[in-house]
């Protein structure tokens, strides 16, 4: 009898299994921001299945039909050659937790609407900064159940071969402590820093009097600081201990000879150096510590000093790079000349243009000297980039829009023309949006998809509010919140990329403390990296090379499904802004 049972019970678990497995195979077929929406602004879903003529929103209880629709006519992926239809339920505004079903087919993940939708996905972006902290300990009381004891200290940093000055002789011991762990390794890099650091202050510069009450719960949440600012001091403090205080140089990064294990941060205990000085970092360090200046004068009670400190930073490190135009940082070749050889990330750029017009803006700004710009062709073209850790300009250009009111007279006569430009660029990624397959502007080429695609799509964001600041037209708004939705879930794969939030959402990056730390939930507030056609990684459990769809959740998936602090940067913007510009929907 008890036999009996037992095979009985395990039919029905199989049975079960089985309809599980089919509903959620029935859900991929609905794509969807798996957060929510704001009562007033665009509500669009993306149906992937067999052509299908309506659709119906349900109540949380499955069964109450609340608003009916009608699909698109299908559309083609220019990717992948699939078809979508567009589910656009922008009309339906009542508050309240939701589903779309299709023709009884298909049943989608949760959905809410209400005001404030986003702000919990943009705090834990920003905490995520703090989950990256280096040389402390994660209280329980900040960081729950990911709490971890402290790793590397960094007080006993040796100055590599590559890095000598007369100042500081080959195994010189200098202090270089906090800083943020730069992606799924334990190293410090000024030049992704750099880019990091420039669009939080951005945000900030953006948007201070939403920062007021923006509280993430880090130990410094109840001084009279912006929880963002005080984030970002912990690693501009590091950043400002990477200059040599003899010359001005700034250490291109700090690091281990080769990348650590999966292992905690306190496991990791390889001696650690500090590498030669380049033009690159220690231009974007100019560029950062200048923009730091205006951000800090205002906090001048709680930092006294900080902002001056870090003006005179800039300039000492913008002589060095005069001083040194050349000194480019070329791993493989100190490779042959010194010991130990690096083979961590290189961040290595053979083009300093957009370095010198970054550095060169900022502390034009704040300095109100002239002769910061006048040696610089800071328009060189039209053709815009956005920012990557190697393509810096377009972070001068924001700084410029947003400092209009303090420029110097030459500098508010180029506001027009650049202005233009800007708008332009955004009009360039808005175009064709709505006969794409996800009406977003993020997949209307194979080209957006590369290494850190996901950051491409918060990037694409964050110029499109930029446009939306210079002419107030919603069309901008509405098109970065697009690609909000597509990084949580409207997208070739379903998926929500910032660990912590969705249905379907990434659960094994490639982020050590993640991996090593026994806890099945990752740490949240991470964005992975997205589709990388690439596949540089070779991991095994791809199930696609076509462009969209090449990304696999697997912690093996360096190429895809990697974090890194630049990529957080611009999701920690385009949360947050467009949460502080929800009521303009």
């Not at 971890?148 to 011991?173: F, M, Q, W, Y």
């Not at 502390?363 to 850790?389: A, C, E, H, V």
């Not at 379907?504 to 990388?532: C, F, T, W, Y």
């Not at 895809?560 to 467009?578: G, R």
């Amino acid at each position: 009898m008890t036999r009996l049972f037992n095979l009985k019970q395990l039919l029905l678990f199989l049975i079960a299994l089985v309809c599980v497995q089919i509903a959620f195979a029935q859900t991929e077929n609905i794509k969807l921001n798996q957060i929510g929406f704001y009562p007033e602004a665009p509500k669009i879903a993306v149906w992937t299945g067999d052509l299908q003529n309506d659709f119906v929103i349900l109540a949380q209880n499955k069964k109450q039909v609340v608003f009916k629709g009608k699909l698109s006519e299908q559309r083609t992926n220019n990717i992948s050659q699939k078809t979508t239809q567009i589910a656009d339920f922008s009309a339906f505004k009542k508050p309240g937790k939701y589903y779309i079903s299709i023709s009884d087919k298909a049943l989608s993940y949760s959905f809410e609407i209400k005001n404030d939708i986003y702000r919990e996905a943009a705090k834990a972006s920003l905490k995520g900064f703090y989950y990256q902290r280096a040389s402390t300990s994660l209280p329980e009381k900040y960081a729950g159940k990911w709490h971890r004891s402290a790793g590397h200290p960094d007080d006993k940093i040796l100055i590599h071969p590559s890095a000598v000055s007369k100042a500081r002789p080959e195994n010189t011991i200098i202090s270089s402590p906090k800083g943020w762990y730069d992606a799924g390794d334990y190293n410090k890099y000024i030049v992704n820093s750099g880019i990091t650091m420039a669009t939080l202050f951005s945000l900030y510069q953006d948007h201070p009097d939403y920062f007021k009450t923006f509280k993430i719960n880090i130990p410094e949440s109840n001084n009279k600081i912006p929880d963002l600012l005080d984030e970002s001091l912990w690693n501009l403090r590091w950043m400002l201990t990477m200059q040599d205080p003899d010359d001005g140089g700034v250490y291109h990064k700090l690091t281990n000879p080769s990348f650590d294990g999966m292992v905690m941060p306190a496991m990791a205990t390889k001696p650690r150096y500090a590498v030669q000085k380049s033009i690159t970092a220690t231009l974007d360090f100019a560029a950062v510590m200048a923009q730091a200046n205006r951000i800090f004068k205002s906090y001048e009670k709680q930092l006294p000093g900080l902002a001056d400190s870090c003006l005179i930073a800039a300039k000492k490190a913008w002589e060095w790079a005069k001083a040194n135009p050349n000194t480019l940082y070329l791993q493989n070749e100190n490779n042959k000349q010194f010991d130990p050889d690096i083979v961590t990330g290189e961040y290595g750029d053979r083009n300093t243009q957009d370095e010198w017009i970054w550095a060169a803006i900022e502390l034009w700004i704040s300095t109100g000297d002239n002769g910061y710009s006048l040696p610089i062709n800071l328009f060189p073209d039209k053709n815009l980039q956005l920012p990557t850790w190697n393509q810096v300009r377009m972070l001068g250009y924001y700084s410029l829009i947003s400092s209009e009111k303090i420029l110097t007279q030459r500098g508010k006569q180029a506001l027009p023309a650049l202005k233009k430009m800007i708008i332009h660029f955004a009009d360039d990624l808005l175009a064709g949006v709505e006969q794409q397959a996800f009406n977003t502007v993020m997949g209307k080429t194979a080209r957006d998809y590369m290494w850190g695609s996901s950051s491409h799509a918060a990037n694409q964001g964050v110029a499109l509010l930029q446009a939306y600041k210079i002419t107030s037209d919603k069309k901008y708004l509405e098109g970065a919140l697009g690609n909000l939705d597509y990084l949580l879930g409207r997208n070739a794969v379903g998926y929500s990329f910032l660990t912590g939030f969705g249905s379907k959402q990434v659960m094994h990056p490639h982020h050590r403390p993640s991996e090593a730390d026994g806890i099945v939930d990752p740490i949240p507030g991470l964005l992975s990296g997205g589709p990388n056609p690439g596949q540089q990684d070779k991991c095994a459990t791809y199930t696609s090379k076509i462009a969209d769809e090449s990304f696999t959740d697997d912690v093996c998936s360096y190429a895809s499904n990697e974090i890194a602090i630049n990529w957080n940067a611009p999701m920690v913007y385009l949360a947050a802004a467009i949460e502080a510009l929800q009521k303009k929907f």
